[in-house]
């Protein structure tokens, strides 16, 4: 059998991609035009918190794309190996998605809006004894140099993961080089994994996202974030396999690998809705004012809609709808669940953000939609283009027969 | 239970069994079973056994662990004996979520394990038969069931010609053995006649 490894980019495909980039960017002037360039705070808070939500978790998924490679590499997991390339292909956004989220993040910060990080008044915060106790934490130093550490410390190291994936194109390895191959790139996913746990898993989203309600705190939230971010990463990586397949590449995936990607997709909605239970009952349970604020104006406030709308896609819909091993198998229901993932995650994301500096009305959907698509178009490009440059298959690897054999 | 005549082979080699299960379906025997000391994978595709039920089975054991959990817990803290736990309503559903999601794996768990113990045929005291005890060891072994038209040493010639060493024939009883073996009951391959 030849196989196909040289992906084309279809004209098509570009032509999309650069669509939906032209809408983002037309949503992210209209936007500016109708809040951003306002004087009031609360409508440029609007602006900055849309750009926020998309780029931050457009990023964190992207990301995700290379922990999958990561984790699957230190489990010594061979199936992923047909479609290894497709994730490596996909952390090819994270430098160009860090950037914008990076020049976001730091206006934010350093601008004169405080309205999405109160933290970032320094007047107000020397008369807020909570935010003041925080500010060892809680500065525009820090923030500014842990978000450009992380950012670069993703970059390299992913670029550093995908180089050794590519340096064994040309020459097939022998069994001991084959055996030193794995141990190095063990310890290269090793040590993106631990940048990752003390970026992603933890500081990351308390800086980025939970800094938007600063006076409240919540120890599962960073897990929570990572679940939520890692489900859309994975249904990302299954809708370009699914759209390689569809186009008649990647012949050497089906089904098999398929199931065991919707496995994971299930698995991690489940453990994202036990996250997100698990937050959610201890605050409702102890019932302390300054715990519950977060939860007022969403489970029971104007974003209720909103709220329940997203538990349901993110729980209730794979719960029932992939549960079944013909579901997982199945090309079309795979490819509908991962759209569904991808924009529930969104939706999560998007009340994570917006009752901070939105408190009182929930804003008009429609623009955020806008300025999503624009990274959905981002995405694609960069991806094609990365998937063009690349083989499609790591043939070398020592572990790719496991692959081609695969049986769930 | 009918006893039924069989011809057994056995195989050392996966690499030797799957090409010889496809022969045997193509040549029209019937397949009893394969008998393998660990989980073989893609040989239930081979062979073309359907798949299993038991997830059915485990998801109708879940959703009764999860009706039980919610309708005791409902019936007992809403009707039956009505406690106010700081304020909280007495239809208090978050917090018997981690209840019922633990009713619903107890369930769905030991449910599945019964099932599965049921459909192969074990329990405890029950006196299990084996076409060969090396099957638990080292070995794969076939089965063929024997039909009125069976030719034994055709069967047997066609076995040895695709790889099967050990070839013979045996007659067994099928089925669920659970209390049907007496003390005169002749086990291990040595030979009996077939009843019909």
Redesign the interface.
Known sequence: MTLREKFIVPKRYNAIAITLMVIGALAIIGLYVTHGAKDDAHKQARFWGSLLQNSVYFLLVVNAAMFFICATTLAWGGWQMAFRRVSEAISTCVPVIGIIAAVILLSICFGNNHELYHWTDTEHVKHDPILNFKKGFLNKNFFAGWTIFTIVAWSVLGWKIRKLSRSIDDKPLTIEQGKKYVWNNTVWAAIFIVIFSLTVMSSIPWLWLMSIDAHWYSTMYSWYTFASTFVGGLALITLFVVFLKNNNYLELVNEEHLHDLGKFIFAFSIFWTYLWFSQFMLIWYANIPEETTYFKPRAQGIYSGIFWLMFMINFLAPLLLLMRRGAKRNYSTMTFMCLLMIFGHWLDFFQMVFPGPSPDHVPVLLWDFGVALGFVGLIMFVTGRALSRAPLIAKNHPFIKESVIHHT | MAVKKFVTGNFYDEAVLFPAVKKVRRAGYKIHDVFTPFPI??LDKAMGLR?TSL?TAG?IYGITGTATAVGFITWALTVDWQINF??KPFFAL??W??ITFELTVLFAAVGMVLTFCYLCQLAPFVRKDHFNLRSTDDTFVMALECTDKTNDAEAMGFLQSIGASEVQVQYKETGWWLGRYDKETKRFGLKEEAVH
């Open positions: 994978h893609g798949d997830h998801f700081g304020g978050p917090a979520i981690p």
